[in-house]
């Protein structure tokens, strides 16, 4: 079929007239992503050369001083090697369980009422609130928390979950896996039902083993959604806010102060102009590892 470009004219209104509804619900589309997408985020790049007290009133610009500042910021280097961080764990964390529970569910001898379970135990918090989730497993981790208490009722000493850095970070690991982890396992469930299995009979017959068949014929099968969920997962761990926000406020000491809580930070002390540049710069930061995240898996 001709592109839509290569029609004339005359062609091009009888497809309109035939598929109006098509157009109208992908201009509507378009149009809202323009309003509250493309426009806001335009607006807040400019902010980023405006001086904070003039943002919303004279709008003095200042080029990129704000820019400079927060290159001089220790605190913003500190917030981007801990987004850094916790990027390079979560995102290989999330693949490696995701991979692991979609190749449990994929066994043809469940029972399918027990798998309809099993998908939607895993799949339910992903569509939970962020908030809702954050607000449970706070008080789940909390010094006087449920596992705490467990933990002195086999007389062991608690642990404190949010207040020591280092186990802080693994804890908004823990939440963030167990909130994503359900998207990336179906899709990956979605992706195995694409797999021929006339490739495992044959390998059989060939005298591959399961683990053989595993990483000769299944992961390479798999590629296209391991690229989609690695690039999903990167883009998610590196703009990590709501977690931070109501778990840990960015500490203990920090350790949890991601970019975009830190962002936020400036905003709430009516920083706008800083707050926009480390926004921009997150923008900015994302987008080029995701374009060289997808050439790089389109090489391979």
């Excluded at 079929?1 to 598929?19: A, T």
């Excluded at 590629?223 to 997962?233: D, E, T």
């Excluded at 949890?256 to 009516?270: I, P, R, V």
């Excluded at 997150?282 to 080029?288: D, G, M, N, T, Y």
């Amino acid at each position: 079929m001709k592109k839509f470009k290569y029609f004339s004219s005359s062609e091009k209104l009888i497809l309109i007239k035939k598929y109006w509804i098509l157009y109208f619900f992908i201009f509507g589309f378009a149009l809202l992503s323009i309003v509250f997408g493309l426009y806001p985020m335009l607006k807040s790049i400019q902010f980023s050369f405006m001086d904070s007290k003039t943002v919303f009133t004279t709008q003095d610009y200042i080029g990129i001083k704000n820019y400079s500042k927060m290159i001089n910021d220790v605190y913003f280097w500190d917030s981007f090697r801990i987004t850094i961080l916790f990027t390079i764990i979560s995102v290989p964390l999330n693949i490696i369980v995701s991979l692991a529970l979609a190749h449990l569910l994929s066994n043809k001898n469940i029972n399918k009422h027990l798998l309809l379970i099993y998908k939607l135990a895993i799949f339910i918090p992903f569509i939970t609130p962020d908030v809702v989730g954050a607000v449970v497993w706070k008080q789940v981790f909390n010094t006087n928390g449920a596992i705490n208490e467990f933990l002195i009722l086999l007389n062991q000493n608690p642990i404190g979950w949010l207040t020591e850095p280092k186990i802080a970070l693994s804890v908004l690991a823990f939440v963030e896996l167990w909130k994503h982890l359900g998207l990336y396992t179906i899709i990956f469930l979605t992706n195995y039902q694409l797999i021929d299995t006339s490739m495992y009979e044959a390998a059989y017959m060939d005298g591959a083993n399961n683990k053989q068949k595993y990483f000769f014929i299944t992961l390479p099968t798999l590629k296209p959604a391991i690229i989609l969920n690695g690039v999903y997962a990167f883009i998610q761990f590196m703009k990590t806010y709501t977690v931070a926000r109501i778990i840990t406020f960015g500490g203990p000491n920090y350790s949890t102060n991601f970019l975009s809580y830190y962002a936020f930070s400036k905003y709430e002390n009516m920083d706008f102009g800083g707050a926009t540049a480390i926004a921009t710069m997150l923008f900015l930061l994302i987008l080029i590892l995701t374009l060289i995240g997808i050439r790089k898996g389109d090489m391979k």
